[in-house]
C-alpha cells in the first residue's frame, strides 16, 4: 500500500525540485535573442498555433510568459490506486516577473488525510521564504536567491510530454479565462500516456485495462496552453479498479499579482 504513495509524492518533490535547479529567474525577461527558440523541438516562437483550426501547436510559453508579465498556474492530481488508496496532490503557483515576486503552495492528502500540512514558497527582492507543515506545527526557513519561476511554471503543463498530442483532434472554439481557446480532445485511451503519468495505475503497457478516458487540451490563439485535463478509470490484470485524474490551468495571463503571506513575518523572524 505505501509503495503505491511514493510516485505521487515524488510528483510534488520533483516540481519543487524543479524550480531550484537553475539559480534566480524570478526577474524581469531576458534578452529575446536567448528565448525565441522553443526547447522542445517545434515550431519558433511566432508560429500561429491557431492559424488553421485543425493541427494541434504550441508556441514557445517561455517569451510568451515573459513577454505577458505574470500569471497563475493551479496543478492538480488525484487518483485511487489498486489498494483503494486515494492520493490527491495540488500546487498552486503565481508569479510577477515585473514586482520579481512569486508565491506557491503544495499540498497532498491520502485518504483525505493530510500530508504534512504542506510547502509554502514566497520569493521577493532576492530572498526566498519557505514554510512548512500545518498552523500546528509549522517551520519557517530564509534563504537568498530566487528559484526558475518560468522553468517551473512551464514544467507543470504536460500538454508536450506524453507524445499523444500527433493525435489529438480539433473539437471547436470555446472561451477560458476570458480568452478565445480552441480545443482538443484525445478521445482513444493512450495506454502508456496513463501509466505515465499516473501513480494510481502502476505497471507496464498490458497490465491496465481502460473502461473510461478523456485527453483535453485548450490552446489560446497566442499559442498558450491554457489548460489541460485527463482523467480514467480501468482494471489492472489482477481485477482491483484504479482511476485517476490531473488538471492544468494557467490564468491570469498579465494580470497577476503576488501578495506577501500572512506568515512573512514570522519566516523573517
Known amino acids: 500500500m505505501y509503495s503505491n504513495r511514493i510516485p505521487v509524492l515524488l510528483i510534488a518533490v520533483l516540481v519543487l525540485l524543479a524550480g531550484c535547479a537553475g539559480g534566480a529567474d524570478v526577474a524581469p525577461a531576458a534578452d529575446a535573442d536567448d528565448t525565441d527558440t522553443p526547447t522542445d523541438g517545434g ?14 501547436e504550441l508556441s514557445d510559453p517561455e517569451r510568451l510568459l515573459r513577454d505577458a508579465g505574470s500569471f497563475t498556474v493551479s496543478w492538480s492530481y488525484a487518483g485511487v490506486d489498486a489498494d483503494g488508496v486515494e492520493t490527491a496532490v495540488t500546487r498552486e503557483f503565481a508569479a510577477d516577473l515585473d514586482a520579481e515576486r512569486s508565491y506557491s503552495r503544495t499540498t497532498s492528502t491520502t485518504d483525505g488525510q493530510s500530508d504534512a500540512g504542506g510547502v509554502e514558497q514566497y520569493v521577493a527582492d532576492g530572498v526566498t521564504y519557505v514554510r512548512v507543515g500545518g498552523d500546528d506545527g509549522a517551520t519557517y526557513t530564509s534563504y537568498e ?11 507543470l503543463s504536460q500538454a508536450r510530454a506524453y507524445g499523444a498530442d500527433d493525435d489529438l483532434t480539433f473539437a471547436g472554439t470555446e472561451t477560458f479565462d476570458g480568452a478565445s481557446v480552441e480545443r482538443y480532445e484525445l478521445s482513444a485511451a493512450n495506454e502508456a500516456l496513463i501509466l505515465a503519468g499516473s501513480a494510481a495505475a502502476q505497471g507496464e503497457p498490458g497490465t491496465l485495462e481502460v473502461t473510461s478516458f478523456e485527453y483535453v ?14 482523467s480514467f478509470s480501468g482494471r489492472m490484470d489482477d481485477g482491483s479498479e484504479v482511476s485517476g485524474s490531473w488538471e ?8 497577476t499579482t503576488v501578495e506577501e503571506p500572512a506568515w512573512l513575518d514570522e519566516a523573517r523572524a
Open 43 to 56: 515550431g519558433s516562437a511566432d508560429t500561429d498555433a491557431s492559424s488553421d483550426g485543425d493541427d494541434f
Open 145 to 155: 536567491g530566487s528559484t526558475e519561476v518560468l522553468a517551473t511554471a512551464i514544467a
Open 248 to 255: 492544468y490551468s494557467l490564468t491570469g495571463v498579465g494580470s
Open 217 to 230: 487540451v485548450l490552446v489560446d490563439e497566442d499559442g498558450l496552453s491554457r489548460h489541460e485535463s485527463w
